[in-house]
């Protein structure tokens, strides 16, 4: 289940493909969701993205490196 990381509109989620039904939408999981609409919330939110993406890509590049450490790659 891949991180969608929506810059536009102030939302991380990962979207669950268990469905009930085959024709149902998949259910989001939001981790962070913007509180509201205004242009001061959107700017918020586009901030926490970008930061929430940012350590996202660390914890990804951490891991790789411990994975090549123990395998002495």
């Known amino acids: 289940m891949p991180i969608v990381f929506d810059h536009d509109a102030g939302e991380v ?3 669950n493909p268990a ?3 085959p024709k149902q939408e998949a259910n989001r999981v939001y981790y962070y969701r913007s ?3 205004g242009d001061e919330q959107k700017r918020i939110a586009r901030i926490m993205v970008n930061r929430m993406r ?4 660390l914890g990804k590049q951490h ?3 411990e994975i090549r450490k123990i395998l002495g790659v």
């Not at 940012?54 to 890509?57: E, N």
């Open 13 to 15: 989620y990962v979207e």
């Open 54 to 57: 940012t350590m996202y890509d």
């Open 19 to 21: 469905r009930e039904h």
């Open 63 to 65: 891991r790789s490196e």
């Open 35 to 37: 509180e509201g609409q």
